[in-house]
């Protein structure tokens, strides 16, 4: 059963903008925060930016802040990754997360960008940066 469908990938030039899209079903559908997260050749897959659901509360790692913007349509259950100003360093494999409830304080944000805090993953969408 299909939970997270992301698309939206390609090639780009350095300085161009792509916007990624996820399709959520399922227990996807009614997460308790989102996030995108991507992972570079030879490199660990790293938290790109957060949504929690209920209050709407945004977290961007440093890299990407002022770049790049999470947005989720409610209504069509689907989650947006609007990035702007590519560089050949953003160039990796993107995935959506879901969280389907919180342990602890996980939802203070202190660690948003730690993997296992999402219970569902996508599949990726590759996302190529040219110079």
């Known amino acids: 059963q299909v939970q997270l469908v992301e698309s939206g990938g390609g090639p780009v030039q350095t300085g161009g903008s792509l916007r990624l899209s996820c399709e959520a079903s399922?227990?996807?559908?009614?997460?308790?925060?989102m996030a995108w997260f991507r992972r570079a050749p030879g490199k660990e897959r790293e938290g790109v930016a957060v949504l929690y659901i209920a209050t709407g509360i945004t977290y961007y790692a440093d890299s990407v802040k002022g770049r790049f913007t999470i947005s989720r349509d409610r209504a069509k259950n689907m989650l947006y990754l609007n990035m702007n100003s590519l560089k050949p360093e953003d160039s990796a494999m993107y995935y959506c997360a879901a969280a389907l409830y919180f342990e602890d304080d996980q939802d203070d944000g202190a660690s948003w960008y730690e993997e296992y805090e999402y219970h569902l993953w996508g599949q990726g969408t590759q996302v190529t940066v040219s110079s």
């Open positions: 399922g227990y996807a559908a009614n997460p308790v925060s």
